[in-house]
């Protein structure tokens, strides 16, 4: 009697079956859902493509104002917004692909409320990591493009998110910082930087005619160099002893090449002193 019973059910179950799947009613409802779907997604992805476009063509704009922005916030911050309105697009989108589904948005939109509420309270560094993160992007304490130094990680940033920030090191080691952990930062793109050379002569040369070719060199080097903002000056001599004096040169250079234009200096001058007879030391 069982087997009878257990029989008669699963061919109930198979023809149930095979009419809810032979159904056109069925069929047109699936495909009626299937084409919302691809309408929501294709609709989320059109308005993600115009606001990415939107907000690149408000950056050209502002460039091309005759109110000068500064051009690394300006980026920045259009990465953000890009970013946000993006999140925001795609959470909708979901929640629209759901609903097609039959899904219940009101208790799930409640359960996410709470949920969001606990991890709020669990997650006190995450929430400290975004405003952080906001702090850093409207003060303009730094942007993308800069050269920073973070504790002992100094380097390019390459991204800043709402909850860490990239940066990579010239050679090429990528370190990414929680913002809530940014307590200090120094900040090497937003002013000129100052290149410090020091010549080294012998005590018993010729420290007029090294004075002047010092000069002379230094105001070739402005001459031809794209990264000298102005003049360098020849502060004299710094130190001296028993066996050679030294002469310091100071040259105001466009901000992180401090590096770039000592090496220049330190060639040019080199090369002008060798030339003259006068013995240098770096």
């Known amino acids: 009697m069982e087997l009878v019973q257990v029989a008669n059910g699963w061919d109930e179950w198979r023809m149930n079956t095979w009419h809810y799947f032979t159904d056109p009613k069925q069929w047109t409802l699936w495909v009626t859902v299937l084409i919302k779907v691809l309408v929501i997604y294709a609709a989320g992805r059109v308005v993600n493509s115009i606001t990415r476009r939107a907000v690149a063509h408000m950056i050209q704009e502002r460039e091309k104002s005759p109110l000068k922005f500064d051009s690394r916030r300006t980026k920045t911050i259009g990465r953000l917004i890009g970013n946000l309105v993006s999140y925001t697009v795609n959470f909708f989108v979901i929640i629209l692909i759901l609903s097609q589904f039959g899904f ?3 208790p799930l939109l409640a359960g996410a409320g709470v949920i969001g509420l606990a991890i709020g309270f669990g997650a006190q560094s995450l929430v400290k990591d975004v405003i952080t993160g906001f702090f850093i992007i409207f003060e303009d ?3 993308v493009g800069d050269v920073i130094q973070i504790g002992t990680y100094k ?3 390459e991204e800043i998110g709402l909850r860490v920030t990239k940066i990579r090191s010239w050679t090429g080691e990528v370190y990414i910082i929680p913002n809530g952990s ?8 937003t002013h000129n930087s100052l290149a410090v050379v020091d010549v080294t002569v012998d005590y018993g040369g010729d420290l007029e005619k090294a004075m002047t070719l010092t000069k002379e060199t230094a ?3 402005f001459e031809s160099s794209r990264l000298i903002v102005s003049e360098p000056s020849v502060l004299g001599i710094q130190t001296v002893t028993d066996k050679d004096v030294t002469l310091r040169i ?3 250079c466009r901000p992180n090449s401090q590096a770039e234009v ?3 200096l330190n060639l040019e001058l080199l090369k ?3 030339q003259n007879g006068l013995k240098k030391i770096v």
Not at 183 to 188: G, M
């Open 219 to 221: 105001k070739r080097a």
């Open 155 to 157: 380097g390019t940033v």
């Open 272 to 274: 002008t002193l060798e």
């Open 182 to 189: 940014i307590s200090q930062v120094t900040n090497f793109s």
């Open 104 to 106: 219940n948005l009101a």
């Open 250 to 252: 100071v040259a105001e």
């Open 262 to 264: 000592m090496r220049e």
């Open 141 to 143: 304490q730094f942007a």
